[in-house]
C-alpha cells in the first residue's frame, strides 16, 4: 500500500504540473463531454465496478457538469493536449443498492495527430500519455461529496486514436476516440491511496481502455 501511497503522490504531482503547462504554441481550446467508453480491469468489473464513460445512469439523483477541454495546433501534424475532469455516479451491488459514489476522473494527456483529412490520426507522447487520477466519494442526502473513499490512479498507452471534425480549429460535434492499454512500456496498472474496500481491491489491477469517446461541446 505504501507503494501506492507514493505513486499516487507523484501521478498527483504530475498532474498539478499538467495543469500549470503552457498549451500547444497557436492553441485553439473547445471544451468536451465524455459520451462513451470504458476503462475495466483485465480480469473484469471488480465488484461490479468499472470505469463507464457513457450517459450517466437515468436513476441518477443528479447531473454533474464536466470540466474538460482540449488544446490544439497547427500544422496539419500538431500536438493536442487534454485536460479537466468528468464524472460517473454509480451504487454498488445487484442490483445497485445503497448510497450512490460519485467518481471524479480528471484526465490529463498529450500527444500529437496527423493526417490532412477527417478522421486524423491521434497518438500519445511520453510521459504523460493518458493519465487518469480518480477521487471516490460517497455522496449525502443532497447529492454533494461527503466522505472520500479512495485515490485511484493509472496510465493508459493508446493504441489506436482518432479525430473525426476539423484540425485544428475545433468544432462544436466533433469527436476524439482513444483505446488502450496499462499493460504497455509507459502505461501504469491501477494504484490507490487511502482507500476502503472495495475500491482497494483495484491496486495492481491492469485495464483496458475501450472506445473513450470525447465530443466538443
Known amino acids: 500500500m505504501r507503494r501506492g501511497w507514493r505513486i499516487v503522490t507523484a501521478l498527483t504531482a504530475t498532474m498539478v504540473a499538467l495543469v500549470a503547462m503552457a498549451p500547444p504554441a497557436s492553441a485553439a481550446t473547445v471544451g468536451l463531454e465524455a459520451t462513451g467508453g470504458t476503462l475495466i480491469p483485465s480480469g473484469g468489473p471488480i465488484f461490479g465496478i468499472y470505469y463507464d464513460f457513457g450517459p450517466a445512469d437515468e436513476e441518477a439523483p443528479c447531473a454533474k457538469p464536466s470540466s474538460l477541454q482540449l488544446d490544439t495546433d497547427s500544422p496539419a501534424a500538431g500536438q493536442w493536449a487534454l485536460s479537466g475532469t468528468t464524472t ?92 488502450g492499454s496499462t499493460n504497455i512500456a509507459g502505461g501504469l496498472a491501477f494504484n490507490t491511496s487511502s482507500c476502503a474496500a472495495p475500491w482497494v481491491a483495484f491496486n495492481g489491477q491492469h485495464a483496458t481502455l475501450t472506445n473513450l469517446t470525447l465530443e466538443v461541446v
Not at 487520477?133 to 447529492?143: I, P
Open 88 to 179: 460517473q455516479l454509480l451504487r454498488l451491488g445487484t442490483p445497485p443498492a445503497g448510497p450512490w459514489y460519485q467518481l471524479d476522473h480528471t484526465i490529463m494527456g498529450t500527444g500529437t495527430y496527423s493526417g490532412t483529412t477527417s478522421p486524423y490520426s491521434l497518438a500519445t507522447t511520453a510521459p504523460w500519455r493518458l493519465t487518469f487520477l480518480t477521487r471516490v466519494y460517497e455522496l449525502d442526502a443532497g447529492c454533494e461529496k461527503d466522505v472520500q473513499k479512495c485515490v485511484i490512479a493509472a496510465r493508459v498507452v493508446v493504441t489506436s486514436g482518432s479525430y473525426t471534425g476539423t484540425l485544428p480549429a475545433s468544432a462544436s460535434g466533433d469527436t476524439m476516440t482513444f483505446s
